[in-house]
């Protein structure tokens, strides 16, 4: 039972008056908006809710925890979310 | 990327008004925001997961002053990147 983007694009489809089928792809071009800019380095900041941020990891030593190999990570890049207050607050209950 | 700035690509990509987009916008983080609020999962193919997490009270310490002080129990989202979203920042 989670939310998915079937339930967002219903109520899209129930407040905007858009068809079901294009309600849908909407959601889907709003969710490849974030994923281009995200693909592109630059980090998304929703007021209200948080910060999507593009990080660069360097590369580092670790372990295979199954084997106990030693193994190097690659430097990579990855994506992290920081929690606005007013979303923190709203989650709170306060 | 702002808010106002996903607003205007959305806009553009998909033909729909800006006070339109505007509004898909709001309702697509204000849902993510009640789900989570009501400690319900968010689960976003492609892009990302979101779930609470709930951490017990804890004394801890100012590291300034080194003073103590109790933390409330509190909640917060944890975020998950979906696999295709790791794979295309990652590329």
Do not use: W
């Amino acid at each position: 039972m989670a939310l998915t983007k079937h339930e967002i694009a219903e109520q899209v489809f129930n407040e905007l008056g858009f068809s079901k089928k294009r309600s849908i792809e909407i959601i889907e071009s709003l969710i490849e908006q974030i994923k281009k800019s995200l693909e592109s380095g630059e980090d998304v900041l929703i007021s209200g809710f948080g910060k999507f941020r593009v990080k660069e990891k360097k590369e580092r030593k670790g372990r295979n925890p199954a084997t106990g190999e030693d193994a190097i990570l690659p430097a990579r890049r990855i994506v992290t979310f920081n929690c606005s207050g007013k979303l923190r607050k709203k989650i709170n209950g306060s | 990327m702002n808010k106002l700035e996903l607003i205007s690509a959305l806009k553009n990509e998909t033909d729909i008004s800006k006070s339109e987009a505007a509004k898909v916008v709001q309702i697509f983080f204000d849902h993510m925001a009640d789900a989570l609020a009501n400690d319900e999962r968010v689960e976003i193919r492609g892009l990302c997961s979101f779930f609470v997490k709930k951490y017990k009270s804890y004394t801890g310490r100012n590291p300034k002053t080194g003073e103590k002080v109790a933390i409330k129990p509190k909640r917060l989202p944890f975020f998950k990147s979906g696999k295709e979203l790791k794979e295309r920042v990652n590329s």
